[in-house]
């Protein structure tokens, strides 16, 4: 059973590092073609792609927040860490991290809860 | 980056209507052309990918169609459960993008 889970701060001030885990089961990212990718939603908007890591340690990133993103694996703890600079209210939206492959690398076939970050001072 | 464009934005429909939700890239994205459902509260499902392939478990009043810019989601028979936004999201390049959602809305 594949199964993911967020954790982290549910509320940051403006210009901190937000960092966010994904903790999974079920698979691994050591397999071959296996990936796992973060998305967020602002709050009554659409979805938006933040980044992805492969189980070759292949890393890709949205171009508007490239400068701004991290994302590392821990694959001995089955953790994704996505970190995300200088945050501002605009960021506050709920966080996924989503499993995508080994086949169709590009869509994500388990979602966790997501988490709500909230951006205030 | 590929900008994908969803209409409409929202549409009121009844149990048992036939529903066509319409998905345009801003280029060619081969096949590679997927479609999520998300509840309220609850995190995106996929539904579809590869244009036409239904994920397991995705009842077949679920399709898609279309082909290079242009792409369809239809239900066939609208039912209770189906009242969700749908949003459709191109894997031909990165960055992934979404479109910008469809909310499906009881008539």
């Known amino acids: 059973q594949v199964t993911l889970r967020e954790s982290g701060p549910a509320l940051v001030k403006p210009t901190q590092t937000l960092t966010l885990t994904c903790t999974f089961s079920?698979?691994?990212?050591?397999?071959?073609?296996?990936?796992v990718n973060w998305i967020r939603q602002p709050p009554g908007k659409a979805l938006e792609w933040l980044a992805r890591?492969?189980?070759?340690?292949?890393?890709f990133y949205s171009t508007s927040l490239r400068t701004r993103l991290t994302i590392s694996k821990d694959t001995s703890k089955n953790q994704v860490v996505l970190t995300m600079t200088n945050m501002d209210p605009v960021d506050t939206a709920t966080y996924y991290c989503?499993?995508?492959?080994?086949?169709?690398?590009?869509?994500?076939?388990?979602w966790g809860q997501g988490t709500l970050v909230t951006v205030s001072s | 980056d590929i900008q994908m464009t969803q209409s409409p934005s929202s549409l009121s429909a009844s149990v048992g209507d036939r529903v066509t939700i319409t998905c345009r890239a801003s280029q060619g994205i081969s096949n590679h052309l997927a479609w999520f459902q998300q509840k309220p509260g609850k995190a995106p499902k996929s539904l579809i990918y590869?244009?036409?392939s239904l994920q397991s478990g995705v009842p077949s009043r679920f399709s898609g169609g279309g082909s290079a810019t242009d792409f369809t989601l239809t239900i066939s028979s609208l039912q209770p459960e189906d009242f969700a936004t749908y949003y459709c999201?191109?894997?031909?390049?990165?960055?992934?993008?979404f479109g910008g959602g469809t909310k499906v809305e009881i008539k």
């Open positions: 590869g244009i036409t």
């Open positions: 890591i492969d189980w070759d340690n292949d890393r």
């Open positions: 989503a499993r995508s492959g080994p086949v169709i690398r590009g869509v994500s076939d388990y």
């Open positions: 999201q191109q894997y031909n390049s990165y960055p992934l993008t």
């Open positions: 079920g698979f691994s990212l050591t397999t071959s073609g296996m990936c």
